[in-house]
């Protein structure tokens, strides 16, 4: 069970306005989220009383430059980070103030990564290295059904020297979404490709989200990568600058960068 000790210093400390999600059961609820790095001349304050609802099924794009804290973020939300300061829950668990074992625990069972570089096991095949997953996860889907996601089936046997890096990116994903999380969090999925294989991955993404109802939050540097997001967070020095909603969002493929 996650901790659910509050944290004074979050509550001693006012937080700026909310930013509220669309109605909808709120998935992550995030209040007066603070980060420092370092201490004296050397403090570095990454997230500054952040404040955010994402509901559950919902696809957020968080926008920003480097350093704006986007990655910050995504990794107090995955459970890999904890804030100095302020609540942040999953549901019914409470991420700040957990131990390591409740984040572990947190991780395996609820979230799936994405990162730019696909950290395969280059001795496996593409179903052996989902085999790695589907061995520790409560409820796996089917490791054929993953690949056929992701749209892979005639390269399941294959290792991942023998894949396009887009390929191993899908795989990746295929990785993430096999023991069936709630929440799919992607750090710049397509910062390591060109743009015809980068919208490829997008696709497979947006796919995971609209057929498996999966929440999915993706950051970026890329502008154009916006339009395909119910929001997009738009983030700088640490701080949700503003919130974009898209009544219409666009399709991968008719993305241009």
Not at 41 to 49: G, K, R, S
Not at 200 to 221: D, P
Not at 235 to 247: F, K, T
Request: charged share 20%.
């Amino acid at each position: 069970m996650v901790d659910s000790k509050r944290n004074d210093a979050a509550a001693s400390k006012p937080a700026g306005p909310p930013v509220v999600a669309p109605a909808g059961e709120p998935v992550f609820v995030a209040r007066g989220l603070n980060k420092v790095y370092g201490s004296g001349d050397t403090e570095v304050h990454a997230l500054t009383d952040v404040n955010l609802e994402i509901r559950r099924g919902e696809f957020v794009v968080l926008l920003g430059a480097s350093g704006s804290g986007k990655s910050t973020l995504l990794n107090i939300l995955g459970g890999l980070d904890v804030p100095t300061s302020g609540e942040v829950r999953f549901a019914e668990h409470r991420l700040d103030g957990a131990g390591e074992a409740a984040l572990t625990t947190y991780r395996r069972e609820h979230v799936g990564f994405v990162f730019q570089f696909y950290n395969l096991i280059p001795s496996l095949t593409v179903r052996e290295n989902l085999a790695l997953v589907t061995d520790i996860a409560h409820d796996p889907m089917p490791i054929d059904e993953a690949i056929a996601l992701v749209g892979l089936t005639p390269r399941r046997d294959h290792f991942p020297a023998q894949l396009s890096g887009g390929e191993q990116q899908r795989v990746a994903i295929a990785r993430a979404i096999v023991k069936r999380p709630e929440v799919l969090l992607c750090d710049e999925p397509t910062g390591a490709l060109d743009y015809q294989t980068g919208k490829l991955v997008l696709e497979v993404i947006a796919r995971i989200n609209a057929e498996l109802g999966t929440t999915a939050v993706v950051i970026t540097h890329n502008a154009a990568i916006a339009g395909m997001a119910d929001r997009v967070l738009h983030l700088g020095d640490g701080r949700i600058q503003r919130v974009q909603v898209n009544e219409h969002k666009v399709s991968p493929a008719e993305l241009s960068w």
